[in-house]
């Protein structure tokens, strides 16, 4: 049940962030996130890291390759993404009074929970599995 639980929550992330990252791929997007790194003295080309960790990152994590590192990129993108755009919302709620930040909040516990647990055995490259050596020790 444990590996089962595993994969729900890396296809449900994996997806999500994909269809999010999606979005990126569009001129203005990457012009409003270069700006925002430059406001902060970061260089604009690390404009092309939102590809890594809301494309590249949420595939690896679907199929379960390199799993653990598909989630630490995935959060140190939303800490980026909370950090450039949302620190203001922080503390905001929406009009129909929910957290401002709730998306961008369980994208980044979510891909913490990928990074720590793993893949489990449904993966291309499962991690966390014991082989049968292992289990009989």
Known sequence: MEDLTKLILRLSLGF???SH???KFAPQSIEFISTKL????????LVYGVYL?????PILVV????T???????????????????????????E??????ETQALFLVVALAVAVFGSGKYAIKPNGVKTAEEKAE
Do not use: K, Q, S, Y
């Open 16 to 18: 999500m962030m994909l």
């Open 21 to 23: 990252g999606m979005g």
């Open 38 to 45: 430059t406001a902060v003295n970061l260089p604009a080309e």
């Open 53 to 57: 960790g809301e494309i590249v990152a």
């Open 63 to 66: 199929i379960g390759l390199f």
């Open 68 to 94: 653990r590192l598909g989630g630490w990129i995935m959060v140190v993108n939303m800490l980026f993404a909370i950090g450039l755009v949302h620190m203001n919302d922080i503390f905001a709620l929406t």
């Open 96 to 101: 129909r009074g929910a957290w401002a930040i």
